[in-house]
């Protein structure tokens, strides 16, 4: 099915948004609907879109899988309070990691952790709710990596084949997949979310397991969210696309006090880029790198090498896996 993707030049957000909320309320009718946000500009752009049309009859979670940012839970429900949306936490932590043991291989992680979501612990939540749909915020780019076979995007199904009501039990509503990331953050202004939800850098949907190479556990994470929090810390100004950050599998030969350090290694990605599809690494100062470099090595445990990404995409891709 080809999507008619309407471009940045193009959009008039709050026709958008008027028409994305009839056509919620008209697919949905009476029914229940639930959402998972996560805090990225897509999920809160689809939260809103959802509580507009909907009100009361949209539940709307934030799955805590162990796999997020420093603090994020607790900050994202304190935040959509703020804006009278009602978001319950659903720690799902041992179903995640419990889905990640001994994988290595990146497409096999993607496909544990979409069947961990869709299946195990959505599909656990719709029946326990009653909801008929699911609201995700597919974008136009999640589609045509996952089609052109350049990384499984989790959250799409229908393109390739999948019927989300058949194999989950309840059907899935994309309000956003006809628009790429700069059109998404123009919507999400005009619904009033906060500048720091809709200039967010971007955000996988595999989280954090999309930034460690090799087996994902919970102590590799931890050190993975220590460094995503200095880069975006340091990075945040840099006007870039999107700036991470990523464990590498291998530990390499460091030097502390003297004697040989066995640690991590630690690789730092900074990108310029409209839309995805294409980007260039940010040419960053070197005192910026010097900083960087500094930081991780001393605040994150076990930390010894800091590398900095100088590949365009392609051949190279933003995240790692």
Not at 41 to 47: A, G, H, K, N, P
Not at 84 to 112: C, H, M, Q, W, Y
Not at 141 to 158: L, P, W
Not at 237 to 253: M, N, P, R, W
Request: hydrophobic letters at 35%; one cysteine or more; proline letters at 5%.
């Amino acid at each position: 099915m080809k999507i008619k993707e309407i471009k940045l030049e193009e959009l008039n957000p709050q026709k958008f948004i008027e028409e994305k909320v009839k056509e919620i309320s008209s697919n949905v009718g009476n029914d229940l609907a639930i959402n998972a946000l996560s805090g990225g500009v897509d999920s809160s752009v689809v939260t809103m879109l959802g509580h507009k049309a909907l009100g009361e009859r949209l539940k709307t979670c934030f799955i805590n899988n162990g796999l997020m940012r420093e603090g994020e839970p607790e900050r994202i429900v304190t935040m959509f309070k703020n804006l009278g949306i009602n978001v319950e936490i659903i720690d799902s932590k041992d179903a995640f990691f419990n889905a990640l043991r001994n994988i290595t291989d990146p497409e096999e992680k993607r496909e544990a952790i979409t069947k961990a979501f869709y299946k195990d612990v959505f599909g656990k939540l719709v029946k326990n709710s009653g909801a008929k749909y699911l609201f995700q915020g597919t974008i136009l780019t999640d589609v045509d990596e996952t089609v052109a076979g350049i990384k499984r995007q989790h959250n799409v199904f229908e393109q390739l084949g999948i019927d989300p009501e058949e194999t989950f039990g309840y059907r899935i509503i994309e309000p956003l997949v006809q628009l790429r990331k700069p059109a998404v953050r123009e919507v999400a202004k005009a619904l009033g979310l906060h500048e720091e939800i809709y200039n967010r850098p971007p955000f996988p949907g595999p989280a954090l397991a999309a930034r460690v190479i090799g087996e994902v556990r919970p102590e590799r994470v931890d050190t993975v969210r220590k460094a995503t929090r200095i880069v975006e810390e340091e990075l945040r100004d840099s006007g870039a696309f999107q700036y991470l950050a990523i464990l590498h599998e291998d530990k390499v030969t460091g030097i502390r006090d003297e004697k040989r350090d066995f640690g991590f290694q630690i690789e730092v990605r900074c990108w310029e880029s409209k839309d995805a599809r294409t980007g260039r690494p940010t040419r960053l100062p070197y005192d910026t790198l010097d900083r960087l470099a500094e930081r991780i090595t001393t605040e994150v445990p076990d930390v010894v090498s800091v590398t900095y990404n100088i590949t365009t995409k392609p051949p190279s891709t933003i995240e790692a896996i």
